[in-house]
């Protein structure tokens, strides 16, 4: 879906992106979007056929940047199997040190999606699965002896953090990586 996007689609998602991240996905009418993408209504619809395709199109591409990014900032940052489990705590942290940040989009966006059908919805099912995946990757490549037990608890220690940040609570990040080093000991 997103290979395709004309340079007046990419504006669009560009826009919607920042805004739906920002203000909520229901705060943000696509009359606000076009507006500010320079587009009509119109064209936005031509683009994307409806809100709900604009919403998962923004969530696709986001999970997408997101794997992208947190796997290239795990292996510059990481030395050893082991380094590369805590280094995903380092990269939450790292992230959420931004100008911007304003929380987990997925989370922000399941809040507001309630309709388990929604595409949508499944692209932040879909990105929460991959993490959990992600954690048992690297807990198996760490050779310990239950990935799956691990990476479970990884990522409640890395979802809980995250949301805890959010709600404006100092050092969650760096307690959560603390408690999976204690883990990873154990």
């Given amino acids: ?7 007046a689609g990419r504006r669009v998602l560009d826009v919607a992106a920042e805004l739906f991240y920002r203000q909520g996905i229901h705060a943000v009418g696509v009359e606000a979007i076009a507006a500010e993408a320079g587009v009509t209504k119109k064209t936005l619809y031509a683009c994307f056929g409806s809100k709900d395709r604009l919403v998962t199109a923004y969530l696709v591409e986001r999970d997408q940047r997101w794997r992208a ?3 290239q900032w795990v292996a510059e940052h990481a030395a050893t199997p082991e380094d590369e489990l805590l280094a995903v705590f380092d990269a ?3 992230w959420m ?7 987990c989009g997925f989370v922000n966006a399941l809040a507001e999606i309630p309709d388990p059908e929604s595409p949508a919805r499944a692209v932040i099912i879909g990105q ?8 048992e990757k690297l807990a198996a ?18 979802e809980g953090a995250t949301v805890a940040a959010s709600a404006g609570f100092d050092g969650a990040v760096r307690q959560a990586r603390r408690t999976a080093e204690i883990l990873l000991g154990a």
Avoid: H, I, N, V
């Avoid at 879906?1 to 340079?7: A, G, H, Q, R």
């Avoid at 040190?97 to 929380?103: C, E, N």
């Avoid at 929460?128 to 954690?135: G, I, Q, T, V």
């Fill in 1 to 7: 879906m997103l290979e395709k996007l004309t340079p």
């Fill in 69 to 71: 990014w947190l796997q």
């Fill in 92 to 94: 939450l942290d790292a």
């Fill in 97 to 103: 040190g931004g100008a911007d940040f304003r929380g």
């Fill in 128 to 135: 929460k699965r991959w993490m959990r995946e992600y954690f």
């Fill in 141 to 158: 490549a760490a050779g310990l002896a239950d990935p799956a037990d691990f990476a479970d608890s990884a990522l409640l220690l890395y």
